[in-house]
């Protein structure tokens, strides 16, 4: 039996420059190290691994069908407009209709030059790449929209990086590629007829309810704004907010120096090139305001009437705060136990918050052990969780079933970075057990799965990852 895929390539049937036609550049070596049966199953690919999947997902063998490009797309990178990023270093096999009828990107990471690659390579380290496939993975098992990792392969090849480190190659699956930077970069060319084009694109795609370009950034608010507090609920630091990495379908993704925090703190920074915390834990809401606001100034450029397009564009994006702020209440008052939210219970969720930031606990064990004695453990001074706690219980009494709503709102595991990064150090020595027992724990994530507590330790200070560098 050989591998076959039923693309339908609607990105590729577009016409007037979205993208430069490349084939993956073939790799020396390749070696398959993960394959995920699950996501293979929703896209109706083989559950069980080929002998060919290694080839075909280096990139040295272009399945039938697959139609390899590379998508253009500029963006805001740390604030900066640059006027021409694009895939440098990933090639759009095509796209898949899954059994869901959801159509679906497939997309390889690291597979070659291409004519965006500015003075990069085109190849990624075996690091990222499995940084990207744990955490990806762990986030849709977390019920966070992201996108998803469908194989990694090493290519036998190195990379110069911060001296010689394994190459390899992701492949990467999306609800699309489009993202905020993918319309700036033809409302900054004035370009207006392929903005046009892109925008009832991406409405056929993934709005069909959504009327003209407003209705467009309305759509994209609103999924904005219910994935940024999502991340918040689980202490999830993106790194890399630019406007090229803001998808227009809501979902997570580049996943490069992101991270989970340990310790809560609002400030916490994992990037080492996040040198004035832009992108800080506490500001990815405002961020994600003023991505928006990119997309709305983008959008804005094809409307016959400018004026009225500027004002609604504005009440648009002037929603975005609330409504962010709404959800983020919906889901740290459910992290408490709380169903029936009040408004009040924001001032409740606050002081947690602040208590623990300065008792340095950490995030993900003070949620999970709520009402439990280990809870008031996780506190340099355990008195300053007792006092909110007095609070907290008393407001649970009209509560159905506080404990059931916690539980699955507060997971036990999460990717901790110490624990990424001693599975890409086991990985560049050829030990995959630390990747797989990662992925298998992680599908988990609010199952208290005992045998693997270890995973639920906070790092010693040893193993404290102070930073995490790009995926490049
Ligand atoms: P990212 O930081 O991953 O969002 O990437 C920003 C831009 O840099 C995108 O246009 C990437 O395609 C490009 N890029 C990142 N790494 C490489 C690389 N190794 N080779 C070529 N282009 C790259
Ligand atoms: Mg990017």
Same mark, same amino acid.
């Given at each position: ?28 070596? &390749? ?16 559950? *069980?691994?080929? &002998? ?56 390889? *990471? ?38 998803? #990792?469908?194989? #990694? ?21 999306? *609800? ?11 409302? #900054? ?167 623990? #930031? ?15 004695? *280990? ?39 999460? &990717? ?57």
């Amino acid at each position: 039996m050989s591998m076959q895929i039923s693309f339908d390539n609607s990105f590729a049937r577009l016409t007037g420059g979205f993208y430069a036609r490349q084939d993956p550049v073939p790799v020396r070596e &390749p070696k398959l190290v993960a394959y995920n049966s699950d996501l293979a199953r929703v896209l109706g690919l083989p559950e *069980k691994e080929l &002998p060919e999947f290694a080839e075909i997902f280096a990139g040295n063998r272009v399945p039938d069908g697959a139609e390899p490009l590379a998508q253009l797309y500029s963006g805001h990178q740390f604030g900066q407009y640059n006027p021409q990023l694009g895939d440098g270093r990933a090639i759009l096999l095509g796209e898949v209709v899954g059994e869901d009828g959801i159509r679906r990107d497939i997309q390889l *990471k690291g597979s070659g030059r291409t004519a965006f690659s500015r003075m990069g390579d085109g190849r990624a380290w075996l690091g990222p790449v499995l940084r990207e496939y744990v955490v990806s993975e762990a986030m849709h098992a977390l019920g966070i929209p992201t996108t998803r #990792a469908l194989a #990694a392969v090493e290519t036998g090849e190195v990379v110069l990086r911060d001296g010689m480190l394994p190459g390899a190659v992701l492949t990467r699956v999306a *609800k699309s590629h489009l993202r905020v930077g993918s319309f700036q970069v033809y409302a #900054a060319r004035g370009e207006t007829e392929n903005l046009k084009i892109l925008t009832q694109y991406a409405i056929d795609r993934h709005y069909p309810e959504a009327e003209g370009p407003m209705g467009l950034l309305r759509a994209v608010r609103d999924a904005q704004s219910r994935l940024i507090p999502a991340w918040m609920a689980v202490g999830f630091i993106h790194g890399v907010m630019n406007t090229d990495n803001a998808s227009i379908a809501g979902e997570t993704i580049d996943y490069g120096p992101c991270a989970f925090m340990d310790v809560y703190h609002p400030n916490t920074v994992f990037s080492s090139i996040d040198q004035m915390g832009r992108y800080a834990y506490a500001n990815q809401p405002d961020i994600a305001v003023w991505n928006l606001a990119q997309l709305a100034t983008a959008l804005i450029q094809q409307m016959e009437d400018r004026e009225a397009a500027v004002e609604e564009a504005t009440e648009i994006v002037h929603a975005m705060p609330e409504l962010m702020r709404q959800e983020w209440l919906r889901r740290f008052a459910a992290k408490l136990g709380i169903s029936d939210v009040r408004e009040e219970d924001a001032a409740l969720v606050a002081d947690l918050l602040t208590r623990m #930031a300065h008792q340095q606990a950490d995030f993900t064990n003070t949620f999970r052990s709520l009402g439990t004695d *280990k809870a008031r453990d996780q506190f340099t001074d355990p008195g300053a969780f007792d006092q909110w706690s007095d609070g907290w219980k008393a407001r649970l009494e009209c509560e159905p079933d506080p404990e059931a709503l916690a539980r699955a709102s507060n997971p036990a595991f999460i &990717p901790r970075n110490h624990r990424v990064e001693q599975m890409i150090e086991a990985a560049v020595k050829g030990d995959y057990a630390p990747f797989h027992r990662l992925n298998s724990v992680l599908s988990n994530p609010y199952d208290d799965q005992p045998d693997h507590s270890d995973l639920r330790r906070v790092p010693t200070p040893e193993e404290v990852v102070p930073a995490t560098f790009c995926g490049t």
